[in-house]
């Protein structure tokens, strides 16, 4: 596929014949396309007066209607610049329309939706996504998590935020997550070990 001109649509690598290999996209290819359901991490470019656009490393911009958030009216709308993280919910995604996205749960909570302020924030595969947010946990947060405080969100789009009381920690859990993803179980946790013990 070396200087070979190819558009949105196009077939690049066909993997129905392709099981028990390990495929990477590089940043020029995007894998992600949003379902309703999924937490996503995005980040808002504009507000209009009825909805925030938010950029969700989908094939278009989202939509996040101003009133989407718990016990929100026209009189508490919040106030998000450009830059502002979000992790949302997707609640419509249909072919050839922008996402709808929310802040709250199906129930209308916010839950654990909203802005995320601080932290560290870096994009992965959305492999990765769903092993972080895979049950039982994932043996790397396990392994983390004994040992360190933090907080983490992980977005199916492939975000993930990451925020400590200091930042070497956080940069100790973002370094550990990008690390495991090609690694099994067990090479997760003794990583984090290593990685752990450089710090004592």
């Known amino acids: 596929m070396v200087d070979q001109l190819v558009v949105p649509g196009d077939m690049v690598l066909d993997l129905s014949n392709m099981t028990n290999r390990t495929i990477k996209l590089g940043g020029g290819l995007r894998q992600y396309v949003p379902h309703a359901e999924d937490s996503v991490l995005g980040i808002v470019v504009d507000s209009k007066a009825d909805n925030f656009l938010v950029d969700i490393k989908g094939p278009s911009i989202a939509l996040l209607p101003v009133l989407s958030f718990e016990g929100g009216t026209r009189r508490n709308i919040p106030k ?34 909203g802005s995320l302020k601080d932290g560290y924030t870096f994009e992965c595969s959305t492999g990765l996504s769903r092993m972080l947010l895979s049950s039982p946990t994932c043996p790397v947060l396990d392994a983390l998590g004994k040992k360190l405080s933090f907080e983490i969100a992980v977005g199916l789009n492939g975000r993930v935020w990451v925020n400590a009381a200091s930042p070497s920690t956080t940069i100790i859990v973002a370094n550990a997550i990008m690390n495991s993803e090609s690694l099994s179980g067990v090479q997760q946790r003794l990583m984090v070990e290593k990685l752990l013990q450089k710090i004592q």
């Not at 979000?86 to 129930?107: F, H, I, Q």
């Open 80 to 113: 998000f610049q450009a830059g502002t993280l979000l992790y949302a919910r997707v609640v419509k995604a249909n072919p050839g329309m922008n996402p709808e996205l929310s802040c709250t749960d199906a129930s209308g909570k916010a839950a654990e939706f």
